[in-house]
Nanobody, 128 residues
Framework: VQLVESGGGMVQPGGSLRLSCAGSGFTFSDYGMSWVRQAPGKGPEWVSAINTDGRSRYYADSVKGRFTISRDNDKNTLYLQMNSLKPDDTALYYC??????????????????????WGQGTQVTVSS
């Protein structure tokens, strides 16, 4: 089982990045997916979640209106489009998945150990 994040980097305030998370070794479409981030010296923060079929999306107040989560179950890939980035968005971004019994369920924990699978993270740095 693997979740591999990519797309991180350094960007100026106001810029955009698109993160990807490729899953393998499990039935991706059975898992609700989340993005969780951890800034230096701070605890983990749940950022966004999406249900199994992609029709329901949830966001932390800190990113609502700026970030968009999506998934492509045919490609076993999760995405996070991040616009209007701020220095406070600087963090290591993890994708994480938890098995869901139905598309009506969702999961929004900031604790990676509460998920079934998570990746190694991709660094996002917002700085001028």
């Amino acid at each position: 089982v693997q979740l591999v994040e990519s797309g991180g980097g350094m960007v100026q305030p106001g810029g955009s990045l698109r993160l990807s998370c490729a899953g393998s070794g499990f039935t991706f479409s059975d898992y609700g997916m989340s993005w969780v981030r951890q800034a230096p010296g701070k605890g983990p923060e749940w950022v966004s979640a999406i249900n199994t079929d992609g029709r329901s999306r949830y966001y932390a107040d800190s990113v609502k209106g700026r970030f968009t989560i999506s998934r492509d179950n045919d490609k076993n890939t999760l995405y996070l489009q991040m616009n209007s980035l701020k220095p406070d968005d600087t963090a290591l971004y993890y994708c994480a998945g938890r098995y869901m019994h139905s598309a009506a369920q969702y999961f929004t924990s900031s604790n990676l150990q509460a998920y079934d699978y998570w990746g190694q993270g991709t660094q996002v740095t917002v700085s001028s």
